[in-house]
């Protein structure tokens, strides 16, 4: 396994190449970019902003987006980077339905291993 550092996108010049190059695919409580990075590794980032609410609730959404992919992370394809924003809808829910929303975001994106629109 991979150090945990090394699966997290951190540099600015990372986060700028997806949010302008990458495709996106939106969901009820978070929205997905994503771009293939030309590694043998998947990188993520969780994001909140303001708009999501105080820290409280922007520290609340990032921990159950983290939680939800780390359930849908073994099936996720190798060699892109995705970045998950959340919405404001987000601090309304629990994690089943934040997983639920996250697997079929991905899946529309072709990102899952087995799922119909492979890219």
Sequence with gaps: MRDHSELTLRKQSDFSRVYKQGKSRGGRFA?????????KFTRT?????KKVGNSVNRNRSRRLMRAAYRAIQPNVKSGYDIIFV?????TECREPEVEKQLRKSLEGAGILTGSSNEK
């Design 31 to 39: 929205v997905i970019l994503y771009k293939r990075n030309g590694l």
């Design 45 to 49: 980032a969780f994001v909140a902003s």
């Design 86 to 90: 959340a919405r404001a809808a987000i």
